[in-house]
């Protein structure tokens, strides 16, 4: 449970800066504010934690696709951009993933 947190809060500052760039506040606030809900000890509060988690990494997917059609179109290229995309999206979907072990759904009922 230990790392599984800052784990967890690495990924959600990641997708934070991601909408700091797009200047989106409301949703920069949510991702900031996500770990905070593993205060609460219940299993809603973790489920929610997870579907954040796979909400962005489909985010960083859709950004990827985005970003690879751009770069297609001016012909640039385009695959570090799939390695770190798609690096930082199976990251998030890992740190969701760890909160489904048995020692976690223990600690939250």
Do not use: D
């Not at 800052?6 to 991601?18: D, G, Q, Y």
């Not at 000890?41 to 960083?60: E, F």
């Amino acid at each position: 449970m230990k790392l599984r947190i800052p784990l967890l809060t690495v990924a959600t500052i990641l997708i934070a800066a991601h909408f700091l760039r797009a200047a989106e506040t409301v949703p920069v606030l949510i991702c900031l504010a996500a770990p905070f809900l593993l205060v609460i000890r219940k299993r809603g509060a973790l489920r929610a934690i997870q579907s954040l988690t796979v909400v962005a990494a489909v985010i960083w997917l859709v950004t990827l696709n985005g970003i690879i059609q751009q770069r297609l179109t001016e012909g640039r290229p385009w695959k570090v951009a799939v390695v770190i995309l798609g690096t930082v999206a199976g990251y998030t979907l890992l740190t969701g993933w760890l909160l489904n072990s048995p020692f976690v759904k223990g600690r939250y009922r």
